[in-house]
């Protein structure tokens, strides 16, 4: 999920600066786009099994401020995850542009063709992609410190668990 959405921001990014109508600018929106609905879908998902399977136990508990910190950055990503797609949509649904999914179909609009309510989804859009960057690079920070500094298990976490071969 991590590389989709990188790819998902970088996209985006890049297509803010571009002229208006361009035809690099509509195949980047166009893929943009179709990976801010995978997001969505692959956040839902990844709820769903996290609250059927729950969340890897440490070894050893966090301190008090780590498990702060930790719920406080995991909440806002989450939330993030979900409210980026959904904001997308309704900012290109509302301004009665397709929302596509990568050419195999388009998705239904939900929402009326609005200006005001395209503008605002686009304000929000916007800064939370500023957002979701910002707390992406203190995520990256805090793995990064956890394996380097603290030589702790918290990245081991976020991998998948290791393979077992019965020979």
């Excluded at 893929?31 to 969340?55: D, E, F, N, P």
């Excluded at 979900?82 to 929402?111: K, N, Q």
């Amino acid at each position: 999920m991590a590389a989709i959405i990188f790819v998902a921001i970088t996209l985006g990014i890049w297509a803010l600066y571009l002229e208006r109508g361009s035809e690099l600018k509509g195949s980047l929106l166009f893929v943009h786009k179709s990976l801010g609905l995978t997001i969505l879908i692959l956040v839902m998902a990844r709820l769903v099994y996290r609250l059927a399977v729950g969340k890897p136990r440490y070894r050893e508990p966090l301190h008090r401020f780590n498990q702060v910190g930790s719920k406080a950055a995991h909440f806002l990503l989450y939330a993030l995850m979900i409210l980026m797609p959904i904001s997308g949509y309704v900012f290109t649904g509302a301004a009665g542009r397709a929302v596509p999914f990568f050419g195999l179909f388009e998705w239904p609009s939900l929402v009326p063709k609005d200006k005001v309510l395209s503008q605002l989804a686009g304000v929000f859009h916007y800064w939370g992609a500023w957002i979701i960057c910002s707390a992406l690079a203190l995520h990256i920070v805090a793995v990064a410190w956890h394996s380097w500094v603290k030589k702790d298990e918290v990245f081991a976490r976020m991998l998948p668990p290791p393979r077992v071969d019965y020979v």
